[in-house]
């Protein structure tokens, strides 16, 4: 059983920073990808970023791309993700996952964008970027 507790929420202005983090128990992290998901009121959870068991393969949504970046520390058991230059329309829940995902394809990475693939998730934490 994987647990997942995340730090780092808050209230930002708009073109201001955040870094979100993720803490997992266990000793096997680095056997599970890492990942993280947003949902906005009203809206369906979607994908944000994943990150390899390594941290050698990095995916992000286009809607982020340039602007977050995730990392990891496997000897810390601990995922990131750098916020920058925050948009209003970043404002939702942000909520981390993991998950061995075996077979995952990372030049195909569709598998690794659906939230219904991944078994562990955490509590969420809000971010509200303000205009």
């Known amino acids: 059983q994987v647990q997942l507790v995340e730090s780092g929420g808050g209230l930002v202005q708009a073109g201001g920073s955040l870094r979100l983090s993720c803490a997992a128990s266990g000793r096997t992290f680095n056997n599970y990808v890492m990942g993280w998901f947003r949902q906005a009121p009203g809206k369906e959870r979607e994908f944000v970023a994943v990150i390899s068991r390594g941290g050698a393969a990095t995916i992000v949504a286009d809607s982020v791309k340039g602007r977050f970046t995730i990392s990891r520390d496997n000897a810390k058991n601990t995922v990131y993700l750098q916020m920058n230059i925050l948009k209003p329309e970043d404002t939702a829940v942000y909520y981390c996952?993991?998950?061995?995902?075996?077979?995952?394809?990372?030049?195909?990475?569709?598998?690794?964008?659906?939230?219904?693939?991944?078994?562990?998730w955490g509590q969420g934490t809000q971010v509200t970027v303000s205009s």
């Open positions: 996952t993991a998950d061995d995902l075996d077979g995952a394809n990372w030049k195909l990475p569709s598998l690794l964008k659906r939230a219904t693939e991944y078994d562990y």
